[in-house]
């Protein structure tokens, strides 16, 4: 695996035979989802079905999107916390800083990822994202953003992005990763839909199928130019300190060396 997750697989709570199977997708990491994919009457039975396999540790990390604050949310979160299978909860709809303490102080040990789904969430994004030790990450819930700004499409987006790749940067969280693309025949506008993601500054991006799994992965790692590039860099660094110029015209400096350093590790295999 990279440094950080590429890939993040939702799995329904409510269909444990299908979280099974997204336990050896090749996900980096399985979200199983008590919220938007279960029922209101079957959100019981999915906490108490999530529960149960996460009594034993699954062979990748396993997170939990819980339901928004109030009492769904507050069952799944006592249900859950402490299950030896768990490596972290997923808070929808998340709009203030408080709420991210408020579940801090339930739970003692547990990873915690914030959801911005509205207006409000994106405008306290750093707020947020600096509100606990225990945050480890930030992203967007954009079916939601886009119902709450009335916007038709992604494009519209695109700023709501940028203040999160921001925020997250700014609050020394890594790279926020893509929501999902809702289409899974649509292979193509998933391509096109991470690489510019990537140009905005995201670093992978959560699916709802395993076969967009590998799509996601060939639009983050980087290909064979890019390491060639990055290498270039780094040799060129190791030759002579500061800034310079290479041969083909490019101008290096600190920055350059950091990024070709990152690419790199992006490069290296990853296990199965």
Same mark, same amino acid.
């Given at each position: ?18 979280? !099974?199977?997204?336990? %050896?997708?090749?996900a980096d990491?399985?979200?199983? *989802?008590?919220?938007?994919? !279960? ?13 149960? @396999?996460?009594?034993d540790r ?7 999107? +819980? ?18 299978? @768990?490596?972290? #909860? ?10 991210? +303490? ?19 969430? !994106?405008? $306290?994004?750093?707020? !947020?994202? %600096? ?12 079916? *939601?953003?886009?119902? *709450? ?23 020394? #969280? ?28 995201? #670093? ?7 076969? $967009?799994?590998? +799509? ?12 060639? $590039? ?13 800034? $310079? ?16 350093r990152r ?10």
């Amino acid at each position: 695996m990279t440094a950080y997750p590429l890939t993040w697989l939702y799995a329904p709570g409510d269909r444990p035979h299908v979280v !099974v199977k997204a336990l %050896t997708s090749g996900a980096d990491v399985v979200v199983i *989802d008590l919220e938007d994919a !279960v029922p209101p009457d079957r959100k019981a039975y999915a906490r108490a079905a999530t529960a149960e @396999l996460l009594t034993d540790r699954p062979p990748v990390p396993v997170h939990v999107r +819980v339901n928004a604050p109030g009492g769904w949310g507050e069952q799944d979160i006592a249900a859950l916390v402490g299950t030896p299978g @768990l490596s972290g #909860l997923r808070l929808p709809k998340v709009t203030s800083a408080a709420e991210i +303490v408020h579940v801090a102080r339930r739970t003692a040990r547990t990873d915690l990822y914030a959801l911005l789904e509205t207006a409000l969430g !994106v405008e $306290q994004a750093y707020a !947020v994202a %600096t509100a606990h030790p225990r945050l480890r990450g930030i992203s967007l819930g954009e079916a *939601d953003l886009c119902a *709450d700004l009335g916007v038709r499409d992604g494009t519209g987006l695109d700023w709501s992005r940028s203040r999160v790749v921001v925020a997250a940067r700014a609050a020394g #969280l890594p790279p926020p990763a893509q929501s999902v693309h809702p289409d899974i025949h649509d292979q193509e506008g998933l391509a096109a839909s991470c690489a510019h993601g990537r140009a905005l500054g995201f #670093l992978g991006r959560a699916a709802i199928h395993p076969r $967009q799994l590998p +799509v996601i992965e060939r639009a983050y790692l980087p290909d064979e130019k890019e390491i060639e $590039q990055a290498e270039t860099v780094l040799k060129a660094a190791a030759v002579e300190q500061g800034a $310079q110029a290479l041969p083909d015209g490019r101008f290096i400096d600190a920055a350059m060396v950091t990024a070709a350093r990152r690419t790199l590790s992006m490069a290296r295999p990853r296990p199965r």
